[in-house]
């Protein structure tokens, strides 16, 4: 039996911080304390300390898609770098893609400097082919980043894959540069973090609405906040106002964490770089090694649930987790006795461009960012500084990326209603994998 529990919530204690039960006055309120949120307070404080900032989170800061991703820190950009040269051209993509290659080594430069112990392995992933359709993949991503003159090594072959990560399924290799975190943990330091520079979190305070005007003001069950601006950094539940209603939907995926791996067990499989594996294909499949060596194998089926459902119920889809247990068993064999504790799932965010957006509403005092579909790491990293220089009203390489909502790029189409979503959905799903399956 599994333990429909996020992995990353054991392993470390929370201290909840007290909701919001008054009036009150600021100069920045955030609503959702995700790295969205934590990001956008923390580079804000940094880049003007006397700010008055409040963060109103639903649950806890890290409780949404920041403290139950995968950990893979990458300089993916929602879908694929191929859509963005497509709809962009080549020097915006590259440009953005810089921005969150940064962000990577950033993220680490910040754990080290304000001793958060987010687990951060500065270790590269792998994206690895497992058929010929994926090696073809790998084949034109090389090719189109080389063409856009971001450095990158050679495709690795078979054995030279297999010496870095034994598996038998593995038939070519792609490195590129990333990291490996406990997102939980990160989030909950980057909270703490910004606690200490003198921003008010306050938990179990969902926002029930926004008044906007000259001064919006946030409201709670509990209280509201004025403030001279807003920043909405809900993800998947920027569903909830009404700007967004159509603009973004919950796209279910699915992870499964091990017990620690005995040592006999980890002598059966050389993993010795600790690299992140990502599968090259649409509905992909990653698996990583813990800090305390559990194995994580995640991805395959990425189902839309009938009106919008983000019930944590959900979690609960022994389908989803035999097919990645089959997936799992595909690439490591010789792990057939491992145990697996905890399977549990969480929500993505995509939208219809599958590339996140930023940018400002009411005149420019209510600023958002959303999107991320799935990749979000780094990119909100590259996303808080965004938000930084759009509430701040300042023109920036940042507020000038193509994720910005401005004359040059419109915010996403709108989806449309059930029960027209749900087959389109569907049908996507089959498209993704029929495209997978062909070898
Ligand atoms: C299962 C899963 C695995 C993933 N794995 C990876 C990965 O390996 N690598 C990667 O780069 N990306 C990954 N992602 C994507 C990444 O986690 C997200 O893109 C990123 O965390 C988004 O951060 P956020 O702050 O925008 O959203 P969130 O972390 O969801 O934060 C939003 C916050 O807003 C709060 N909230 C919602 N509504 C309200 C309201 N009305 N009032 C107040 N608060 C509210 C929520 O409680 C939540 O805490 C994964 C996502 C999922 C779901």
């Known amino acids: 039996m599994y333990k429909h529990v996020v992995y990353w919530h054991d392993t470390e204690e929370v201290t909840a911080q007290a909701p919001l039960r008054d009036r009150v006055d600021c100069d920045i309120c955030i609503v959702g304390g995700g790295f969205t949120g934590l990001w956008t307070a923390y580079f804000l404080k940094e880049a003007e300390p006397a700010l008055d900032i409040r963060i109103v989170e639903a649950h806890h800061s890290g409780y949404g898609a920041s403290g139950r991703a995968d950990g893979f820190v990458t300089p993916t950009i929602g879908k694929d770098i191929q859509a963005l040269v497509k709809e962009f051209g080549s020097q915006r993509a590259l440009e953005a893609s810089q921005a969150v290659g940064r962000s990577i080594l950033e993220i680490g430069r910040f754990t080290r400097k304000n001793r958060v112990d987010a687990q951060y392995e500065a270790n590269d992933y792998l994206m690895v082919a497992t058929d010929d359709a994926q090696l073809r993949r790998l084949e034109h991503d090389r090719a189109l980043a080389e063409r856009m003159g971001a450095a990158q090594a050679g495709i690795l072959s078979r054995e030279e894959s297999q010496a870095l990560v034994g598996s038998p399924a593995v038939l070519a290799a792609l490195r590129t540069g990333g990291a490996l975190v406990n997102p939980f943990r990160l989030a909950r330091g980057i909270a703490r973090v910004v606690r200490e520079k003198g921003v008010t979190i306050y938990d179990d305070s969902p926002c029930l609405q926004v008044v906007p005007g000259v001064r919006p003001t946030v409201v709670t069950a509990g209280g509201r906040i004025t403030a001279d601006k807003v920043v909405l950094a809900t993800n998947v539940h920027m569903d909830a106002f009404p700007p967004f209603r159509r603009k973004v939907i919950p796209v279910w995926t699915y992870a499964m964490v091990s017990e620690p791996l005995t040592d006999a067990q980890l002598g059966r499989v050389n993993w010795e770089g600790r690299e992140g594996l990502v599968e090259a294909k649409s509905l992909l499949t990653c698996t990583r090694l813990t800090h305390d060596n559990r194995v994580m194998f995640a991805g395959g089926p990425a189902p839309y649930f009938y009106g919008r459902d983000k019930r944590q119920r959900n979690m609960n889809r022994p389908e989803a987790y035999r097919e990645i247990h089959r997936e799992f068993l595909r690439f490591f064999p010789m792990w057939h006795d491992v145990e697996f504790g905890y399977a549990y799932g ?84 089959r498209l993704m994998e029929w495209k997978d399956a062909r070898a």
């Open 346 to 429: 969480g929500t993505a965010d995509v939208v219809r461009d599958y590339a996140p957006h930023f940018g400002t509403l009411g005149g420019g005092n209510i600023a958002y960012g959303y999107g991320y579909c799935g990749n979000g790491i780094a990119a909100t990293h590259t996303g808080g500084k965004v938000l930084r220089d759009l509430v701040l009203g300042k023109d920036t390489d940042y507020s000038r990326l193509l994720f910005v909502d401005d004359d040059r790029r419109k915010p996403p189409a709108s989806f449309p209603p059930d029960p027209f979503l749900y087959a389109g959905a569907r049908a996507v799903t």
